[in-house]
């Protein structure tokens, strides 16, 4: 059992969390830019478009793609983590052929997911910028990059960093619709299969992996938040 958890696990790693964590990366750099210039084009036709796209369940958006890119256009493949008859190496076609496979499941999370992060990034930005401390930097002369980073998005970024902890937690669990929609042999499709084959000891051992993921991400963003505020530190 502990075996099968540690052999899926790479697979979700690298999957479900690079993709988490490029979706977080794109989410508060659109949304720091949005907010900077808010009315601009990046700010009135990006967001919309994404957030409407979110509130589509992932797997309807991985299906779309599947058709697109691989049943109509057959661009990229349709299902699994690496071509069959393939062995597992670290040579350049073997790596190469699995980021093919990884392309369709990791673009559905993206899609999905980057849209929330981007309102929510936006509105922290948008109050932050009427800050007192955001209207001195601008009366003393400051550069607008250094005032975007430094002052307003460094601010604002922090509600984001234990929400995005607690969904980096639950990268170990995979998206099971994602991973059962593609076949990809992650935690979430370990998961499916211990529930329809009622493999209790999978499923608690899984659910153990689940929480203490959490707890360790939890506490990462709290040591982050630390860092970035030094407010929290005396308190």
């Excluded at 673009?107 to 936006?122: C, E, K």
Aim: net charge neutral; aromatic share 12%.
């Amino acid at each position: 059992m502990l075996t099968e958890i540690i052999s899926k696990l790479p697979w979700t790693l690298g999957l479900v969390g690079v993709t988490t964590v490029i979706a977080f990366a794109i989410g508060t750099l659109v949304g720091v830019v949005g907010a900077w210039r808010r009315g601009g084009i990046l700010d009135g036709i990006l967001p919309p478009m994404l957030f409407i796209v979110a509130s589509f369940p992932v797997f309807f958006v991985g299906l779309l793609l599947l058709y697109v890119f691989a049943v109509t256009l057959n661009w990229l493949p349709l299902s699994s983590n690496y071509s069959i008859g393939l062995e597992p190496s670290l040579s350049p076609s073997f790596i190469g052929d699995v980021l093919v496979h990884a392309v369709l499941p990791g673009l559905s999370l993206v899609v999905v997911t980057a849209g929330l992060w981007i309102y929510s990034m936006r509105n922290n930005m948008i109050t932050t910028l009427a800050e007192d401390y955001v209207k001195m930097g601008r009366a003393k002369g400051l550069r607008s990059w250094r005032i975007m980073i430094d002052y307003a998005a460094r601010n604002a970024i922090l509600p984001n960093l234990t929400g995005f902890a607690m969904q980096l937690g639950y990268v170990l669990g995979g998206s099971i619709l994602v991973e059962y929609t593609f076949s990809y042999p992650g935690l979430g499709y370990l998961f499916y299969t211990s529930t329809t084959d009622h493999d209790l000891p999978l499923m608690q051992a899984l659910f153990l992996v689940y929480t203490l993921a959490v707890l360790v991400c939890v506490l990462l963003a709290d040591l982050a938040t630390a860092g970035l505020d030094p407010r929290t530190r005396d308190a």
